[in-house]
């Protein structure tokens, strides 16, 4: 995963990560932009062995089911998912509670659900819940909320870029002199200002209108405190970026489209056309990067082994690679 998003991103920027808690009991809370990369970009960015509470409707397919298993990831039930299903929250949670205790990490998207707006989305309280049930069975020992700001420059783009920004630890003692319903109010508050700290805050009045004016100024929305500091000064105090197509990417466009016709053909006719939510357009992408791609040089490899021997082999898989990286790094 780690090498895949290296090839998929220009560039990815880190921030406070030197700052992470070691061996403690860490629940990550992120905003949730852009579907299972997101995930994917806490898992190898924190330093931390993590597991993943995701929204249910995501493991239906049994292929699908087994691949987010495979990942840590465990589903967390909603009202919209079947009354019946909010039960089995209880054991849920509460094998997340015993994680933590044995000083695991536990990554939770707590606005409940994904969208590519550029803002922080109310909180759903369900994250306050393990928090709560930690602090009643182990009075004695504190979890490390830590907020995370994923900033995407375009969320739908092989080759972009992305920041991901850890705040300050909030330690879940500092709640333990509010009662559960004066903690779970305290709790959503300060997360989600934290939140809002670390990431692009377009309002939602006049969003679209916002938006394009960030647009037109070039803003880069990986840096969310520039661009807040844009919004808030009514584009009056904006950094631009400047923006230009590399012409070595215009010329290595059509070498890299010929080297993966068949990816690209699958791609854009097979797969894109059935994904229904806009946010898992790049989730897709990355998959096919990450599964397709390699397979099908693997074959040309392969191919080329046999009719021409290793040594130019070899030097056709390089030269591929070397071309496919520095296409989504220029």
């Known amino acids: 995963m780690q090498l895949g998003l290296f090839f998929y991103y220009n560039k990815i920027i880190v921030k406070g990560q030197s700052s992470l808690p070691k061996n403690q009991p860490i629940l990550f809370l992120s905003n949730h932009q852009n579907g299972l990369l997101d995930a994917l970009l806490i898992a190898t960015k924190t330093g931390r062995f993590s597991y993943f509470l995701t929204r249910a409707g995501v493991f239906k397919k049994p292929l699908v089911s087994w691949f987010l298993h495979s990942l840590n990831m465990r589903p967390v039930y909603r009202v919209r998912d079947g009354w019946k299903t909010i039960t089995k929250n209880k054991s849920v949670f509460s094998n997340t509670v015993h994680l933590l205790h044995a000083n695991n990490a536990v990554t939770i998207f707590p606005e409940g659900n994904h969208n590519l707006e550029r803002r922080v989305r109310p909180l759903s309280k369900g994250f306050t819940r393990i928090i709560l049930e930690f602090r009643f069975l182990y009075p004695n020992q504190a979890i490390q909320l830590i907020p995370i700001g994923l900033n995407y420059q375009d969320p739908k783009t092989m080759g972009s870029n992305v920041s991901v920004y850890f705040g300050e630890a909030i330690p879940s003692k500092s709640y333990n002199h509010l009662n559960d319903f004066e903690a779970t109010n305290k709790i959503k508050q300060d997360v989600f200002q934290s939140l809002r700290n670390l990431t692009t805050q377009i309002p939602l009045a006049n969003y679209n209108?916002?938006?394009?004016?960030?647009?037109?100024?070039?803003?880069?929305?990986?840096?969310?405190?520039?661009?807040?500091?844009?919004?808030?000064s009514q584009f009056k105090n904006c950094q631009t970026q400047a923006v230009k197509q590399s012409s070595l990417k215009v010329i290595l466009k059509p070498i890299i489209y010929l080297l993966l016709c068949l990816p690209i053909f699958i791609w854009r006719h097979y797969i894109k056309p059935k994904i229904k939510e806009v946010e898992f357009l790049s989730t897709f992408r990355f998959a096919i990067s990450i599964t397709l791609v390699p397979l099908w040089l693997l074959l040309i490899f392969t191919t080329v082994w046999f009719a021409f021997g290793f040594a130019p082999s070899l030097m056709f898989i390089l030269t591929s690679l070397l071309l496919i990286l520095i296409y989504n790094k220029a």
């Open 209 to 232: 209108t916002t938006l394009d004016s960030l647009n037109k100024f070039k803003v880069d929305f990986t840096n969310p405190k520039s661009v807040n500091d844009c919004i808030l």
